[in-house]
C-alpha cells in the first residue's frame, strides 16, 4: 500500500474499540503497513494470539462498508498475519476492495515462504458480535471488525464448497486452523 492513499475523515468508535477489545492492553507494533494503518497484539488468556488493525477503517471503498481486520495466530507466527493483512490492505487500498465474508479468496500457490498456505478467508470471529460489530455512542453499528483465516487450497475448496462451519467441523476446530505450518488435510482435492 503506497503512503499516498487517501483516507476518509476517521470516526473515534473505530480505535476505540480496536484498543478495548477483548479487555486486554493493547501492544503497538512499531512499523505501520503503508504508513497509516497501525497494528497491535493481543494475548487473551482463552483464545489464540490475535493481531488486530487500527486504520484500515479510513481506507476509502466503493462499498463504502468500513472495517478493521484481525488474525488469529499462534504465537511465534505473527509475521503471517503481517502478510495476510498487507495482502488484504493492499486489496482494499489500491482496487477499494473489502474482502467478502465467507468467500475464499484463494492465490494458486502459497504466498508464505516454506508453507502451504494460499487463502484467505473472512469469518466471524470466535468471539461474537461484541468484537465483531465496532458500535459509536449512540449503540448503532458503524463497521466491522473482520476476522482472516490463513488456509491452505484444500482447506479453502472445502470452505468454498460446504461452508465455514462444515470446514471448521471436518478438521475439528478453528485451533486447528491456526498452525500455518500445518500440511493440507485434504490435499489437491479438497477430499480427505
Given at each position: 500500500?503506497?503512503?499516498?492513499?487517501?483516507?476518509?475523515?476517521?470516526?473515534?468508535?473505530?480505535?476505540l474499540h480496536i484498543f478495548?477489545?477483548?479487555?486486554?492492553?493493547?501492544?503497538?507494533?512499531?512499523?505501520?503497513i503503508g504508513g497509516s494503518?497501525?497494528?497491535?497484539?493481543?494475548?487473551?488468556?482463552?483464545?489464540?494470539?490475535?493481531?488486530?488493525?487500527?486504520?484500515?477503517?479510513?481506507?476509502?471503498?466503493?462499498?463504502?462498508?468500513?472495517?478493521?481486520?484481525?488474525?488469529?495466530?499462534?504465537?511465534?507466527?505473527?509475521?503471517?498475519?503481517?502478510?495476510?493483512?498487507?495482502?488484504?490492505?493492499?486489496?482494499?487500498?489500491?482496487?477499494?476492495?473489502?474482502?467478502?465474508?465467507l468467500a475464499p479468496w484463494?492465490?494458486?500457490?502459497?504466498?508464505?515462504?516454506?508453507?502451504?498456505?494460499?487463502?484467505?478467508?473472512?469469518?466471524?470471529?470466535?468471539?461474537?458480535?461484541?468484537?465483531?460489530?465496532?458500535?459509536?455512542?449512540?449503540?448503532?453499528?458503524?463497521?466491522?471488525?473482520?476476522?482472516?483465516?490463513?488456509?491452505?487450497?484444500?482447506?479453502?475448496?472445502?470452505?468454498?464448497?460446504?461452508?465455514?462451519?462444515?470446514?471448521?467441523?471436518?478438521?475439528?476446530?478453528?485451533?486447528?486452523?491456526?498452525?500455518?505450518?500445518?500440511?493440507?488435510?485434504?490435499?489437491?482435492?479438497?477430499?480427505?
Amino acid at each position: 500500500m503506497s503512503s499516498d492513499v487517501p483516507l476518509v475523515p476517521g470516526e473515534d468508535a473505530f480505535p476505540l474499540h480496536i484498543f478495548d477489545a477483548l479487555g486486554l492492553d493493547p501492544v503497538v507494533f512499531k512499523d505501520r503497513i503503508g504508513g497509516s494503518v497501525m497494528v497491535i497484539e493481543k494475548r487473551p488468556e482463552d483464545g489464540p494470539v490475535t493481531i488486530l488493525t487500527s486504520g484500515v477503517s479510513r481506507l476509502a471503498t466503493d462499498s463504502g462498508e468500513r472495517i478493521e481486520l484481525a488474525v488469529e495466530v499462534v504465537d511465534g507466527q505473527q509475521g503471517a498475519a503481517m502478510v495476510a493483512l498487507r495482502i488484504v490492505i493492499n486489496e482494499i487500498a489500491t482496487n477499494r476492495r473489502v474482502p467478502p465474508v465467507l468467500a475464499p479468496w484463494r492465490n494458486g500457490t502459497p504466498f508464505l515462504n516454506g508453507t502451504e498456505i494460499s487463502a484467505l478467508l473472512v469469518t466471524p470471529s470466535r468471539w461474537g458480535a461484541s468484537f465483531d460489530e465496532i458500535r459509536n455512542e449512540a449503540g448503532q453499528v458503524v463497521g466491522h471488525v473482520r476476522t482472516l483465516r490463513l488456509l491452505t487450497d484444500g482447506e479453502a475448496a472445502v470452505a468454498g464448497e460446504r461452508g465455514w462451519d462444515a470446514l471448521v467441523a471436518e478438521v475439528g476446530s478453528v485451533d486447528a486452523l491456526l498452525d500455518v505450518e500445518r500440511a493440507d488435510p485434504f490435499g489437491e482435492s479438497g477430499a480427505r
